[in-house]
């Protein structure tokens, strides 16, 4: 029977990748998540890109995880009026 995932192994990896907006590979992931063996973090990170909550660029060795853009808020994308260049 499968293990169980914990939201706490998943929130440990989401923190850790939260810490390096530009990505951050395995590897280096790794050494900052010393609890859990490589082959768990990779399974984890799998889980979290395939449930949208963690963005994968690259391939290989390349590939660094990095959380996905936050979508912008409804105060962020109301209107504020006309733009100097809509104005007649």
Do not use: C, W
């Amino acid at each position: 029977m499968p293990k169980v995932v914990t939201a706490e192994e998943l929130d440990t990896v989401l923190a850790a990748v939260s810490q390096y907006p530009d990505g951050i590979g395995v590897e280096q992931l790794h050494s900052a998540i010393a609890v859990m063996p490589r082959r768990t973090l990779q399974r984890r990170l799998a889980e979290l890109v395939a449930a949208k909550r963690l963005v994968a660029q690259g391939q290989g060795r390349g590939r660094k995880y990095r959380l996905p853009a936050r979508p912008a808020t409804h105060s962020e994308t109301a209107f504020n009026g006309p733009t100097r260049a809509s104005r007649h």
